[in-house]
């Protein structure tokens, strides 16, 4: 079995991941539940997860809106 341990920051910056990342994940879920990889989680990553998460939601959100405004001038352009 595997020890893992994921840092407050790497959680964080699943708000900027791509779909592939995702899938990514999806097989560390799988991996988890399969009991081959031990997942820690200590109160102090969730505190700070939770401290910092909606900057990192509103920091998203705005990459979001800025990258659809973007694409729909390109559109316009072409």
């Known amino acids: 079995m595997i020890h893992l341990y994921i840092d407050t920051n790497a ?7 791509s779909s592939d ?3 990514e994940l999806k097989k560390l ?3 988890i ?3 081959r990889i031990k997942l820690y989680l ?3 990553t ?3 997860f939770r401290r910092n998460r909606e900057v990192k939601i ?3 959100l705005k990459r979001f809106k800025e ?3 973007t694409n729909q001038f390109l559109e316009l352009l072409t």
């Not at 959680?11 to 991941?17: A, D, G, K, P, W």
């Open 67 to 69: 990258e659809k405004l």
């Open 29 to 31: 879920d799988v991996l």
């Open 42 to 44: 200590p109160q102090q």
């Open 33 to 35: 539940k399969d009991k």
């Open 21 to 23: 990342d995702l899938e």
């Open 46 to 48: 969730i505190d700070e």
């Open 58 to 60: 509103a920091d998203a």
């Open 11 to 17: 959680y964080l910056t699943f708000y900027h991941m």
